[in-house]
Nanobody, 124 residues
Framework: QVQLVESGGGLVQAGGSLRLSCAAS????????MAWFRQAPGKERIFVAA????????YYADSVKGRFTISRDNAKNTVYLQMNSLKPEDTAVYYC?????????????????WGRGTQVTVSS
């Protein structure tokens, strides 16, 4: 059974940094697409970043390009989201997701597994 467990969220001032972690278990993820989505209060869950586990391909939402970096640690089966220059509008619950198929990485519907999320709050 696939499990995705996020950690690393918290409260940070604008301009600060956080690193989120997603520990993945239950499968070999070498062919998976791994992604981060976020959901602010009262809003839809939206794409943030994704990577293809066994390649160097990464994808970012325009709103986070140049500030966020997605990466992985094969030995630890963990995906990270390094978030720098945080803004109040980055405040949201951040979710890790995994897809078995090579669908559209930007769409929620492409993902088969989800974590429970971790709260990120950026104060102004």
């Amino acid at each position: 059974q696939v499990q995705l467990v996020e950690s690393g969220g918290g409260l940070v001032q604008a301009g600060g940094s956080l690193r989120l972690s997603c520990a993945a278990s239950g499968r070999t993820f070498s062919s998976y697409t791994m992604a981060w989505f976020r959901q602010a209060p009262g809003k839809e869950r939206i794409f943030v970043a994704a990577l293809i586990w066994n390649s160097d391909k990464t994808y970012y939402a325009d709103s986070v390009k140049g500030r966020f970096t997605i990466s992985r640690d094969n030995a630890k089966n963990t995906v990270y989201l390094q978030m720098n220059s945080l803004k109040p509008e980055d405040t949201a619950v951040y979710y890790c997701a995994a897809s078995r198929n090579s669908g559209n990485v930007y769409l929620r519907a492409s993902y088969d597994y989800w974590g429970r999320g971790t709260q990120v709050t950026v104060s102004s």
